[in-house]
């Protein structure tokens, strides 16, 4: 069809036209109507028909479900797509569930019938173990999962004051927990479970019992495949097709490996002999992690915080006095992995519950053996391009859609922080002439993020034990040491996730005086800024088709208002997006401004 010129307006044949002020014109352009320019070229029918009326339809859907609003059936014919359909099959596996419960045990412990009385508890600290720490979900869901595992406890007390007794004793304690944690998974996922002692209380009931009271917190992962069906057009069908490049992360790897450890730490010239050792912490620290396709190579330090009894050599009289020793050594472990993608974001985590500590009789230092379990998991971000709308320019289309939860680590980031803190020594614990043992744990975080950066925050219980050589005693004293790091990551926004993990890399002490002790750490965080969003995945395609179809005109004009976009013109009128830039000289979304006149040719 052809118009001739005298039937088309001089100014829908110019390119279009940023708004004018309304000042100079008679028009109130938010309210422009282009009806009568429709007019011009189609002529209007003598009655308008009412418009189908609207019911809503509910999809059906695992996730989050949409209501689309569509013409009454009454009035339509639905043409189904969906055999014609292509659909591109995402398999994706990830965290569908994080969770946190806590655990607590109650439980009187018993001083053993070889041990001295109980006067004063100096400090208990502990680690907690799972007898598994991955769970198979079977094929049915199941609506909750049984944990079982123990607290193991290390209970440092100062005796009864008698001649010829030790000035501290231990108590080694294993305290079993078994509990059904009420949570709904998936079928066929695996569950990964992390535990992690939060608090231990006492209450001591007589020199021969005491009660604990720990708390647990149990951390719960929930990995699972799923295949996601992108849309990606109907054969033999032209579509105007909206795309979006979207990011999904992939537990692309999960890996366990064991390395034996058979390590010598040596006392420096001139320290005490080990006759026993009282208590020991061992804190494994990675220093340095490289990933290639073919392997990951990681090197780590063990760091042993020991509390012995030590006998000075050269003494006539031979007495037995608690001695502090740290002990430092490094291994490097090569586990072998199949990945071509690059990592978003890597984790590594060591399980020291089978590395044990002895004394080496014949040279006087300690002895390292037993094995270390090292947990690799590598996360990849599968990067897809998805449609998110569809029309056609000459028919009328409708479709169903989900929208599918789904997160990718934008950035990642780490860094070192220093804590420090001056501890005073109570008057009624007298002076502190030697610290005879010091450990800590990270007792809360948090994290923060702002534009560009993340930051980390959060408190450090230490507990340090001195000697007063006046008193021939031992006493215990606790200190919150606050830290705070700043991770600059440029991809970081407000409206993002931070995961941070932070560990102990080092810990030392400086006595001041015998009053002022002062504590300092050196803190590893490592931080991924998370972006968690909904896909929106199209299906069951369909053309609509009505009895009362009204005939489009071929041409337009159309006044932009706020926040109109390209695409939501295509659609409305049924044309393709890059038409209707070139009819009107455009050349990005930017140019529409509100006010400003677009021809519409079809």
């Known amino acids: 069809m052809t118009y001739g010129e005298e039937k088309i307006p001089s100014f829908a044949l110019q390119p279009a036209k940023s708004a004018e002020k309304k000042e100079q014109s008679n028009i109130e352009e938010e309210h422009f109507d282009p009806s009568p320019y429709d007019r011009l070229l189609v002529p209007e029918p003598q009655e308008e028909k009412k418009e189908p009326d609207l019911e809503p339809i509910l999809l059906e859907s695992d996730d ?43 439980e009187d412990i018993l001083v053993p019938d070889i041990k001295p009385d109980l006067k004063k508890i100096l400090s208990i600290e502990g680690n907690a173990f799972l007898s598994s720490k991955e769970i198979q979900v079977g094929q049915d869901d199941g609506d909750s999962i049984r944990i079982t595992g123990e607290a193991d406890l290390h209970t440092l007390y100062l005796p009864e004051e008698k001649e010829n007794e030790e000035v501290i004793s231990i108590i080694r304690s294993r305290l079993p927990f078994k509990t059904d944690w009420q949570v709904t998974a998936s079928p066929m996922s695996n569950i990964s479970l992390v535990p992690k002692i939060d608090k231990i209380e006492y209450t001591i009931i007589n020199e021969r019992k005491f009660r604990a009271k720990v708390t647990i917190t149990l951390y719960l992962y929930e990995y699972a ?308 969003k909904e896909i929106k995945l199209i299906k069951n395609p369909c053309f609509v088709e009505s009895k009362e179809t009204k005939r489009p005109s071929a041409m337009a004009i159309y006044v932009a208002r706020k926040a109109d976009k390209l695409w939501d013109i295509g659609k409305k009128y049924k044309i393709p997006v890059k038409n209707l830039k070139e009819v009107n000289q455009l050349e990005k979304e930017s140019d529409i401004k509100e006010g400003t006149r677009l021809l519409i040719v079809k």
């Open 64 to 106: 989050r479900e949409e209501i689309k609003s569509k013409p009454a059936s009454q009035h339509l014919k639905i043409i189904p797509l969906e055999s014609g359909a292509i659909y591109e099959d995402l398999k994706v596996k990830a965290i569908v569930q994080k969770l946190e419960t806590d655990i607590f045990i109650e």
């Open 225 to 532: 495949e799923k295949n996601l069906e992108l849309f990606e057009g109907i054969r033999n069908q032209e579509l105007e097709l909206m795309k979006e490049k979207v990011q999904v992360s992939h537990a692309a790897l999960q890996k366990q490996e064991v390395i034996d450890i058979s390590e010598k730490l040596n006392l420096k010239e001139g320290s005490p002999k080990p006759v026993k050792i009282l208590n020991s912490h061992i804190r494994v620290v990675e220093n340095h992690r490289q990933i290639t396709s073919e392997k990951i190579v990681i090197n780590a330090n063990i760091i042993a915080n020991i509390l012995y009894l030590g006998e000075e050599e050269g003494e006539e009289e031979k007495r037995s006095q608690p001695y502090f020793f740290q002990g430092k050594t490094d291994f490097t472990q090569f586990i072998l992995m199949d990945q071509e993608e690059k990592p978003a974001r890597s984790k590594v985590s060591f399980n020291s519950k089978e590395l044990n500590l002895k004394i080496d009789e014949d040279e006087g230092n300690f002895l390292l053996e037993g094995t270390i379990d090292t947990s690799v998991e590598i996360v990849t971000n599968l990067e897809k391009e998805i449609v998110t709308d569809l029309y056609h320019c000459s028919r009328d289309t409708s479709y169903d859609f989900t929208e599918k939860k789904a997160e990718a680590v934008i950035d990642t980031g780490a860094a070192e922080v220093s804590a420090r803190e001056i501890l005073s020594i109570p008057d009624a614990s007298g002076r502190a002439d030697r610290v005879i043992y010091i450990n800590g744990h990270v007792k809360e975080q948090k994290n923060t993020v702002q534009q560009g950066r993340v930051l980390a925050e959060g408190i450090l219980e230490v507990c340090v034990i001195c000697f007063c050589e006046e008193k021939n005693r031992a006493f215990s004293v606790k200190q919150d040491v606050p830290f705070r790091g700043t991770m600059e990551i440029a991809a970081a926004g407000e409206n993002m996730e931070a995961e941070s993990y932070t560990e102990i890399k080092d810990m030392w002490f400086d006595k001041i005086s015998g009053k002022q002790i002062e504590i300092n750490a050196s803190l590893k965080i490592e931080t991924a800024v998370i972006q968690k």
